[in-house]
């Protein structure tokens, strides 16, 4: 959809730990074959925080770099890939009451790592609908073991802990959001559940096995054409989102993408269009795949380091499981000065 006139971004933030060199994780035989030529070369991994207390740390940090206690802000939406600290517990109350304060409604996203993103596109219609001035979103996750192996767990990328945040605003802000898209293929679903019967009670998988359950799908009639169909909907709900904002992909100075690589071609960058150097690769090979903060993150990166100017058009792009997809195009209008 187009956005609304006044829909504008008004700061955005990240909290990441400490890196941990890839030949260093190689060097324990952590990492295995098929994940040590993906163009990592380091991860960021967490230590002993949990990926709520890291967006609350990026929120917070939004809030002071746009020169607000958050008064106005009565919405929270916090994103996540995994587990958030406790068992059926409100990640999003406590995010929000340690940032914004007690009154603001904190909701929990859960799109895998499409969550954050597709969070901006829930939040802009509270603030086009009036019934909020600005909408704090944030995500956190910490992959840590016997819960997940990091490492491993997942094709094409190692997932990396952080925290990132951005607060949306009606008023004014560093960006305006010219356009936002959203675009699903359910069918794809089955990737990430695989044959097993559902349970009744977590736990069943320590740690998860996200690849097996896809090694099982991938022989059912129901998974021929799959690659085609994911293709088809990231590229469909990118090219809304560039037809909605009156631009074409030659118009976009950057592309924030997912931290996900094949270590070959195509990437999805260059299926989107674009060349590396205009995408935050140089990021995500740094810090790896931060779940559904990357797109965050990515912005806040190109901001910080000047990347980007007045005038400068950025596609948003991200992707998760079930799938869904989102995409959104903003226009940098000042390039604050962040550390």
Known sequence: MKAPDDLYIASAAAWVPGTRPLDEAVAAGLVDAEHRDLGYDSIAVAEGVSGPEMAVRAGRLALERAGTDGHEVGLVLHSSCGYQGHDMWPAASYVANETVGRAAAGFDVQQRCNAGLGSLWLAAGQIAAGFTEAVLLTTGDNFAPPWVDRW?????????DGGSALLLSGQSGFARVLSLCVGADNSLERWNRGLEPFGTAPGRELPLRLRDRGVQHAVTPEAEGSWERFEAGLLDTAARALDDAAV???DIARAVVPHIHRGESPENYELLGFAEKQSTWDLGR?????????????????????????????LLVAAGEGFSFSAAVVEILDVPDWP
Do not use: C, P, W, Y
């Open 286 to 314: 740094r810090v790896g795949h931060m779940g559904a903060g990357d797109q965050f993150l990515g912005l806040e990166h190109l901001v910080a380091q000047r990347s980007v100017g007045r005038g400068d058009l950025v």
């Open 152 to 160: 491993n767990v997942q094709l094409n990328f190692i997932f990396a």
């Open 248 to 250: 074409t992909t030659e």
